[in-house]
Structures are given as C-alpha cells and as structure tokens.
T-cell receptor
Framework: ETGVTQTPRHLVMGMTNKKSLKCEQH?????MYWYKQSAKKPLELMFV???????ENNSVPSRFSPECPNSSHLFLHLHTLQPEDSALYLC?????????????FGSGTRLTVV | QKEVEQNSGPLSVPEGAIASLNCTYS??????FFWYRQYSGKSPELIMF??SNGDKEDGRFTAQLNKASQYVSLLIRDSQPSDSATYLC?????????????WGAGTKLIIKP
C-alpha cells in the first residue's frame, strides 16, 4: 500500500447509527487531517493531528469524534448524525502541519445519512 | 477571516487552447501556494506549488504568483479533454497557533474536443 488509504469508500447510515471512518498513511508524515467536502463549498477543515496530538478542532459538532492512535492511523467516529452531514469526508497527511509541500489526500468516504 | 476566492465556472476552453485559472487570497503573510486538480467523484491531487513571485513551469502547467496583487494563477497549455476537472487553489496561512491551508471552492474546467 502506498499513499493515503481510506475505508470505507461509501457509507450509508441512519441517524441513530454509530460508524467509524478509517485512514492510514504510508508516507512517514507527521500530520494528519480530516476534511469535509460539500458540493460547491471550499474544503472544511475538521481536525488536525500532529504526532498523534490534536492541534486543531474547528468547532466541529461532538457527534464527530476523532482518534489518532499513532502517526500512521486516523479515525473519525460518527454517531447520531444529521442529514446535513452527508458529504465527502477526506483524510489527508503532510510532512508537518501547515503543509509546506502540500497535502496528500486519501480517496475519501462518500457518506450519506438517511 | 482569511479567504481564498476562485470563480466557480464552469470555464469552457477548446481543446488545444490555453486554459487560465485564477485565484485571489486575503492574507498578505501567505508564503506557499498550491493548485490541486479534482476529478468528479475523486479526491484532490497536487499538481503545482509555488513559493516565489513569478512563473513556475512543469510540463504543460505554469503557475504564476504575484504577491503584491495577492493573486495566483494556473495556465494549462495545449488543453486536453483529460484536463476537464475542478481546480482547487490553496494558500498557506498562519491561523491560531499554526499554519493551515485555506482553500478556494474551486473552478470547474471543461475542455471541449
């Protein structure tokens, strides 16, 4: 495996379900990110981790809960979501926070909340 | 509020012509500038980055940066149908206690055969 891998690719969940998104990077990067991408809107930064420590939490509702057990893995735990949370969720990594050399993105999870 | 602005398009360009994509940003302290390409249903991929004023060329792509006017552009020469995608501009900006990438909403480019 190379780059950044995300699973699952697609997820449909009810508003009362609990699910988790998984991200793994094989690049030796120190920073990892969760982004939300909705149609016609800029990428919305949700969480930033640097060396497993959360350094940014952009006022994200508590129904989204991140976890970073080590510098290669990142999870996003989802519970009691709303239909407006339906979007593409992207994981990214970079050598350091701020991404002087840019970010590498995973393929994303297309989430639909019904 | 630090912002990055892009025309949403769609920008329609004939095959073989030059496609010109523009981006303006609000933070004068920004130092790094990126162009990403995103095909429909796919994730963004980095195609160019530029740090210094002037032009940077890579194959058919040229990034242009003008810090005084706070804009960055991407030129695609000899446009191909495979260049049809949404192009995202991102700018490195210092916010709170660290640097972040601030993103534009993207310009949709259509190359007509």
């Amino acid at each position: 495996e190379t780059g950044v891998t995300q699973t699952p690719r697609h997820l449909v969940m009810g508003m009362t379900n609990k699910k988790s998104l998984k991200c793994e990077q094989h690049l030796g990067h120190n920073a990892m990110y969760w982004y939300k991408q909705s149609a016609k809107k800029p990428l919305e930064l949700m969480f930033v981790y640097s060396l497993e420590e959360r350094v940014e939490n952009n006022s994200v509702p508590s129904r989204f809960s991140p976890e970073c057990p080590n510098s290669s893995h990142l999870f996003l735990h989802l519970h009691t979501l709303q239909p407006e949370d339906s979007a593409l969720y992207l994981c990214a990594s970079s050598q350091e926070t701020g991404g002087d050399y840019g970010y590498t993105f995973g393929s994303g999870t297309r989430l639909t909340v019904v | 509020q630090k912002e990055v602005e892009q025309n949403s398009g769609p920008l329609s360009v004939p095959e073989g012509a030059i496609a010109s994509l523009n981006c303006t940003y609000s933070d004068r302290g920004s130092q790094s500038f990126f162009w990403y390409r995103q095909y429909s249903g796919k994730s963004p991929e980095l195609i160019m980055f530029i740090y210094s004023n002037g032009d940077k060329e890579d194959g058919r792509f040229t990034a242009q940066l003008n810090k005084a006017s706070q804009y960055v552009s991407l030129l695609i020469r000899d446009s191909q149908p495979s260049d049809s995608a949404t192009y995202l501009c991102a700018v490195n900006s210092f916010m709170d206690s660290n640097y972040q990438l601030i993103w534009g909403a993207g310009t949709k480019l259509i190359i007509k055969p």
